[in-house]
């Protein structure tokens, strides 16, 4: 009777956990950018009625956590793809199929992994909750990242985790700021610049560390040093002071420049926590699991959805993963945008970005290391260029503090354009069997060799 008591005090108690100001709007924890576009694709849900009965209380947490969580978002339609993708690997239907049902799943659950790191952090304060969302803002991207290394699949790595900054920077900010651009034609669209210039500067940065190895490798080029070798400890070197800058930027976030990163959302009101502490962490351990094994499934038959549908695998991590992961932040910072609230738009796509950049990115270099798996910084010279133009045209494009919709339009073109590069462009890779596999089939005729 004890532990369904308490359960009970976790549910009913929500609001003896945070302080209300005099317009009853929650302080107890401070809502990032990312969290309010991913609110935007929630349905409010129905309240269910309170029974003061003790014996249907556990019944009545469990079908009230089951409709906030599972049915509380546009997107859970798209759950019942979680069970036919565990069927089709369990009855070995074609790898393809796997691959796609399980892209499908991971598009729910990488919107709800934000939903339930919200509510935790309404619990554990605004320093904890900011470093919480720091950390598990991009957990879809960091689960499939560790997979693939621990099947020493480095290229998946390398290639889905340049994707996610690159759809951020051209896809998301591109089309938030042409529909924000369209639907607000006769007002003139202003941000603060001073949160776009941190987040520029850390992703120049970030690009400055991917550029030396690759320039050290070319630069060596032809001597008799192990090239290799000191690409590697430059990568691991560089890492480190990645992560050390990312953890600056934290600190400069929550603490010493809170109101730069505050003034976007003085019009947002917090909503209070609509699930219990023990519920949302049990939840939360329960989706990070869901999205492990769907992440293992799409590392896995990456290489057969490539042959059988003809695309190269860089084209399926570069372009597809990362819309997959990041599809409700997406639909979020357009909404925003439609609302003439470019400053969390702009916090949505640069921060989203920068924690790729300068902590995923570094975190998987380093996690490689203990694995004892060579990963550098080298992302080759042709992926490499598209990350440094991107960088460059984004840190432009917003150097005015004004936005208008031809910005978004050359923004979406440059993503169009990279896209047709790796469509059409086949990048050689030795797969377990130590067999080189060009990935996927010449998607054009004429540009079969």
């Known amino acids: 009777m004890e532990s369904h008591q308490g359960e009970i005090n976790d549910l009913e108690n929500n609001s003896h956990h945070h302080h209300s100001d005099k317009n009853g709007v929650v302080r107890g924890f401070r809502s990032t950018p990312q969290n309010l576009s991913a609110s935007m694709v929630r349905k409010k849900s129905d309240p269910v009625l309170v029974t003061t009965d003790i014996r249907f209380q556990m019944l009545r947490n469990f079908i009230t956590n089951l409709q906030e969580v599972i049915f509380g978002t546009k997107l859970a339609v798209l759950f019942p793809a979680i069970p036919l993708a565990v069927a089709a690997d369990f009855y070995s239907f074609g790898r393809p199929w796997i691959f796609a049902l399980s892209l499908l799943g991971l598009t729910p659950l990488a919107e709800r ?36 290394l621990h099947k020493n699949k480095i290229h998946v790595v390398k290639f889905s985790l340049l994707g996610s900054i690159l759809s951020n920077l051209l896809l998301v900010l591109g089309t938030s700021l042409l529909c924000g651009g369209l639907a607000n034609l006769r007002k003139e669209q202003k941000y603060d610049r001073k949160q776009a210039d941190v987040n520029s500067l850390l992703l120049l940065l970030g690009l400055l560390c991917h550029l030396l190895p690759l320039l050290f490798k070319y630069a060596l080029e032809g001597s008799t040093y192990p090239i290799d070798i000191y690409t590697l400890q430059l990568s691991r070197a560089s890492s480190i002071v990645m992560l050390l800058a990312y953890v600056a ?170 896209s047709a590069c790796f469509f059409v462009y086949r990048t050689p890779f030795i797969d377990q069997n130590g067999v080189v596999n060009l990935g996927g089939k010449p998607s054009f005729g004429a540009l079969a060799t």
């Open 113 to 148: 992994v934000s939903f339930l790191t919200e509510q935790i952090a309404y619990y554990t304060g605004p320093t904890v909750g900011g470093l919480l969302n720091a950390t598990c803002g991009n957990a879809t991207e960091m689960i499939i990242a560790i997979l693939a």
């Open 249 to 418: 930027y934290i600190f400069f976030q929550l603490k010493t420049h809170r109101q730069l990163f505050d003034s976007q959302e003085e019009d947002e009101a917090e909503e209070k926590p609509v699930i219990g502490f023990r519920s949302a962490f049990t939840w939360l351990v329960g989706m990070t699991l869901i999205i492990s094994l769907l992440s293992e499934y799409v590392v896995a038959t990456i290489e057969a959805a490539s042959d059988s549908w003809g695309i190269s695998v860089s084209f399926i991590s570069i372009i597809l993963l990362p819309i997959v992961g990041n599809a409700a932040e997406h639909a979020g910072s357009i909404i925003f945008a439609y609302k003439n609230k470019l400053d969390i738009s702009l916090g949505v796509a640069m921060g989203s970005a920068t924690q790729i950049s300068m902590f995923v990115v570094p975190l998987s270099v380093l996690v490689a290391w203990i694995m004892g798996i060579q990963m550098d910084l080298d992302f080759s010279l042709l992926e490499t260029g598209s990350l440094a133009f991107t960088i460059i045209v984004t840190a432009f494009t917003l150097q005015d503090g004004t936005s208008h919709y031809m910005k978004g339009v050359v923004l979406s073109l440059c993503y169009i354009v990279i």
